[in-house]
C-alpha cells in the first residue's frame, strides 16, 4: 500500500483528500503544521509527501529542505500562491510537482500515480546505499548504519570529530548528511 503523508492546515482539506485516498487504497498520514510532518515523515517513512506551503508554524518551502536533507520521497505542493517564483522556488528547493489551489481531484490523483511511478522505476533495489564516502557506507533503504548516539557516530566516520564534515547538526530539525 501507498503511504501519503497530507501535511495542510484545512481540516476540511484534509479529510476530503483522506476519503479519496483512502477510497483509492492508498494510506494516509495528515500533519497540520511542519514540525509535526518532519517527525511523522521520519517516523512513519510515506512514500509520497502533499504539501501545502501556507503552513502554521513554518514556510512549506523549509519544510521542504527539511526533507531534502535525508530522503528522495517525492513531494507533489499543493498551494494557493500562483506566482511563477513561488512555483520556482518550491521546485528548486525540491519539490517533485507543484499545483495550484483549487484543482481538479482527478489532475491531483493522477499527479500522485506519475511520482509513485517514477519513484517505483528510480528506486534503487532494496539494501542498495545511497550515501558513501570514503570511509563509511549508510544503507538508507535499510535503515543500516552503527545504532549508537550522533557523537559515537562522529568518533568512528568523521576524520576530526569535533569539526564534522558529515555528520551536520541541523537545529530544530536534527542532523543531516553532507557528502
Not at 26 to 31: I, K
Not at 69 to 90: D, F, N, T, Y
Not at 139 to 167: G, I, S
Amino acid at each position: 500500500m501507498t503511504r501519503v503523508l497530507v501535511v495542510e492546515d484545512d481540516p476540511r482539506l484534509v479529510r476530503a483528500l483522506a476519503i479519496t485516498m483512502q477510497a483509492r487504497r492508498y494510506g494516509v498520514d495528515a500533519a497540520p503544521d511542519g514540525t509535526t510532518a518532519l517527525r511523522l515523515a521520519a517516523a512513519r517513512q510515506p512514500d509520497v509527501v502533499m504539501l501545502d506551503l501556507g503552513l502554521p508554524d513554518m514556510d512549506g518551502l523549509d519544510v521542504i529542505r527539511a526533507l531534502r536533507g535525508w530522503s528522495p520521497m517525492p513531494i507533489l505542493v499543493l498551494s494557493a500562491r500562483r506566482a511563477s517564483a513561488e512555483k520556482v522556488a518550491a521546485l528548486d528547493a525540491g519539490a517533485d510537482d507543484y499545483v495550484t489551489k483549487p484543482y481538479s481531484m482527478g489532475e491531483l490523483m493522477a499527479r500522485l500515480r506519475a511520482a509513485v511511478r517514477r519513484t517505483e522505476v528510480t528506486s534503487p533495489a532494496p539494501g542498495t546505499p545511497h550515501v558513501e564516502t570514503a570511509g563509511f557506507t549508510i544503507d538508507l533503504p535499510a535503515k543500516r548504519v552503527p545504532r549508537v548516539h550522533m557523537a559515537q557516530l562522529r568518533r568512528r566516520l568523521e576524520a576530526d570529530p569535533a569539526h564534522p564534515r558529515h555528520l551536520i547538526t541541523e537545529p530544530g530539525t536534527g542532523y543531516r548528511f553532507e557528502g
